[in-house]
């Protein structure tokens, strides 16, 4: 058995701590496609082990998030339309309720479709239902909920331009509910740029970030399963979230270096104190390609004096020791 030399830590970290070699692994892999929330003084890590049944782990400091064993709260079925390779689970919570969107297909690709559960509690690790599948008029992983300033719901997700593996763009759509797309996709994004076409051309993991009335969506790109994914980023420099023509392109935003390569489909959280900002990630281990070798790893980030997000560049974690 192993586990991390993390016990020197401090309650919370702080931003001297997130230099430390021993404050940004969270959970050693095989792990990806970190989803994780801030709520009433809890962090929620919401993940699908062995691509099947999907878990909310619980914790005060989101750095010990690893170790909490999490608590299963849905199994697909054995068969049906949402039945395997279920994907990338994000837990929202939107008007008083809990929400789990999640990819999932039949044991065919090509039938990947995002769905939607809803708790049947008022706790997070309870018990979810499915409510069905969301309309994204073909392929899709990866979903999000956005809230634009004004309270309106939209979904933003990775899917095909057509019927065929090739190449992942990202799509928006108005929702009339939490469990409703409710008009057709508009295409706000697809990967055009070198950085984003390394051995397929792929913009997926949409994630939201805001800040002082700015709306960013953070994105990765290229080959999840390669060492060049990164991240790259949208802006909101128009009034309508559902045209093309006002979503701006920067990156890559977030890429490899000598201590980390692969890295890529992150979300974001506040510290508890609301003042620290943190990105939580994926890296692989290996140069090799694959997707068994990905941890999940955190560090803080700061803002550029123009206002838009500064990640810098990906830290070194740390091995493992033998306990």
Not at 159 to 176: E, R
């Amino acid at each position: 058995m192993t586990q991390l030399k993390m016990d020197l830590l401090p309650a919370f970290p702080t931003a001297q701590d997130s230099n430390d070699l021993l404050s940004n692994l969270v959970i050693p892999a095989p792990s990806a496609d970190p989803w994780m929330l801030y709520h009433e003084g809890f962090y929620y890590f919401c993940e699908s082990r062995n691509n099947s049944t999907l878990h909310v782990r619980k914790t005060r400091n989101l750095l010990d998030i690893g170790r909490d064993p999490g608590v299963c709260v849905w199994t697909p079925p054995r068969r049906g339309p949402y039945s395997k390779n279920v994907w990338a689970p994000e837990l929202h919570f939107i008007a008083g309720k809990w929400f789990i969107y999640f990819a999932a297909d039949n044991g065919k690709n090509e039938n990947h479709r995002m769905w939607v559960l809803e708790s049947e509690t008022a706790d997070p690790q309870g018990k979810y239902i499915l409510r069905g599948q969301l309309e994204t008029g073909g392929w899709a992983i990866d979903g999000t909920p956005l809230i634009a300033e004004d309270g309106g719901l939209y979904f933003v997700w990775s899917g095909w331009p057509g019927k065929k593996d090739g190449q992942q763009n990202l799509y928006i759509a108005p929702m009339s509910d939490p469990c409703s797309v409710s008009a057709e996709r508009v295409l706000i994004s697809e990967p055009t740029e070198e950085w984003e076409r390394y051995e397929m051309p792929i913009n997926e993991g949409p994630q939201t970030l805001r800040k002082d009335g700015r709306i960013f969506i953070v994105y990765s790109a290229s080959a999840s399963w390669t060492l060049h994914y990164c991240l790259g980023m949208l802006e909101l420099t128009g009034t309508n979230l559902l045209s093309r023509d006002s979503w701006k392109k920067t990156g890559p935003v977030f890429e490899k270096n000598e201590h980390a390569w692969g890295v890529g489909h992150c979300s974001f959280v506040k510290s508890p104190c609301q003042s620290e900002d943190w990105i939580l990630f994926h890296a692989k281990t290996s140069k090799s390609n694959g997707w068994l070798d990905r941890r999940v790893q955190a560090q803080r980030f700061n803002w550029h004096p123009d206002g838009r997000p500064d990640f810098g560049a990906p830290r070194p974690a740390p091995s493992l020791q033998a306990a």
